[in-house]
């Protein structure tokens, strides 16, 4: 499967972004989804998952109750919806797809798309 995320850009502190993957060439409603971002000199880390189905989330401490992940299976998208940004969240954005799982491990997905910068000033 190819994964294409879009949406990032430059925005203050305070606000909100939605990023999109697009995915092509697979079943995307089969796969287990995720973003994980990183900053520079820094590791990657994750951000948020879901399920196949959309029915179980989880999300990393620092970005819970400010961000939403969620999916269009029928549109073959999987969405981040950013809100109360913070200058900490300036990263490359990358989402993810998982054959088998859904993981908040990096080393468990398959298929990474090219990542989108997103960059909060203060």
């Known amino acids: 499967v190819q994964l294409q995320a879009s949406g990032g850009g430059l925005v203050q502190a305070g606000g909100s972004l939605r990023l999109s993957c697009a995915a092509s060439g697979g079943t995307f409603s089969s796969y287990g989804m995720g973003w994980f971002r990183q900053a520079p000199e820094k590791e990657r880390e994750f951000v948020a998952i879901?399920?196949?189905?959309?029915?179980?989330?989880n999300y990393a401490d620092s970005v819970k109750g400010r961000f939403t992940i969620s999916r269009d299976n029928a549109k073959n998208t999987l969405y981040l919806q950013m809100n109360k940004m913070k200058p900490e969240d300036t990263a490359v954005y990358y989402c993810?797809?998982?054959?088998?799982?859904?993981?908040?491990?990096?080393?468990?997905?398959?298929?990474w798309g090219q990542g989108t910068q997103v960059t909060v000033s203060s």
């Open positions: 993810a797809a998982s054959r088998l799982y859904t993981s908040a491990t990096a080393k468990r997905y398959d298929y």
């Open positions: 879901i399920s196949w189905g959309g029915g179980s989330t």
